[in-house]
T-cell receptor, first 115, second 114 residues
Framework: GDSVTQMEGPVTLSEEAFLTINCTYT??????LFWYVQYPGEGLQLLLK?????DKGSNKGFEATYRKETTSFHLEKGSVQVSDSAVYFC??????????????FGKGTKLTVNP | GAVVSQHPSRVICKSGTSVKIECRSL??????MFWYRQFPKQSLMLMAT?????????EQGVEKDKFLINHASLTLSTLTVTSAHPEDSSFYICSAGQGTTEAFFGQGTRLTVV
């Protein structure tokens, strides 16, 4: 069945370090791919998404490129800040219009950024 | 962005009792609401999808008589865990959407059954 595998955490970085959180997927169709972020005490928020191969999603300095050949959607940021400390979830949806229905999530990766 | 409020954020109940969790869309009408569950160190797993005014659609392996879902209005869905047992202890989270558009998530509810 459809699944998402993401890098296990926790990940601890110093401020201004480079961040990569790996995410790979298995899907029978052509999924849309998402990264969600959950800040302490809050709900999940959509960080970025990509709906087709080679699309790049970006937001708040974060980027991820939909790589069909490697079935990956790795999250990157060039210079993290303390405020980026959160749990990050990779997810896929088989909604063809890029909607967020029936999301399949990875386990989440907790990121802590120290000053 | 759109706001989804989930209540309570944390609840402790005795084994055998029932617990109700509410999910409200505060500034939009949600035609579809989703309920997820997350066990420690596991993924969020979709439990069921509910559409306003109709019965919920449960994912395989989820007991519909144990997890009662009601979506009586366009702004409110409830999940009732009936006859709760310690193995039901988990993190429950809802999301609300308008069909194929982005779904917005609540803060989640930490249920502990003792």
């Amino acid at each position: 069945g459809d699944s998402v595998t993401q890098m296990e955490g926790p990940v601890t970085l110093s401020e201004e370090a480079f961040l990569t959180i790996n995410c790979t997927y298995t899907a029978t169709g052509y999924p849309s791919l998402f990264w969600y972020v959950q800040y302490p005490g809050e709900g999940l928020q959509l960080l970025l998404k990509a709906t087709k191969a080679d699309d790049k999603g970006s937001n708040k300095g974060f980027e991820a490129t939909y790589r069909k050949e490697t079935t990956s959607f790795h999250l990157e940021k060039g210079s993290v800040q303390v405020s980026d400390s959160a749990v990050y979830f990779c997810a896929l949806s088989l909604s063809h219009q890029g909607g967020s229905e029936k999301l399949v999530f990875g386990k989440g990766t907790k990121l802590t950024v120290n000053p | 962005g759109a706001v989804v409020s989930q209540h309570p954020s944390r609840v402790i109940c005795k084994s055998g009792t029932s617990v109700k969790i509410e999910c409200r869309s505060l500034d939009f009408q949600a035609t579809t609401m989703f309920w997820y569950r997350q066990f420690p160190k596991q993924s969020l797993m979709l439990m069921a999808t509910s559409n306003e005014g109709s019965k919920a659609t449960y994912e395989q392996g989820v007991e519909k008589d144990k997890f009662l879902i009601n979506h009586a209005s366009l702004t409110l869905s409830t999940l009732t865990v009936t006859s709760a047992h310690p193995e039901d202890s988990s993190f429950y989270i809802c999301s609300a959407g308008q069909g194929t558009t982005e779904a917005f998530f609540g803060q989640g509810t930490r249920l502990t059954v003792v």
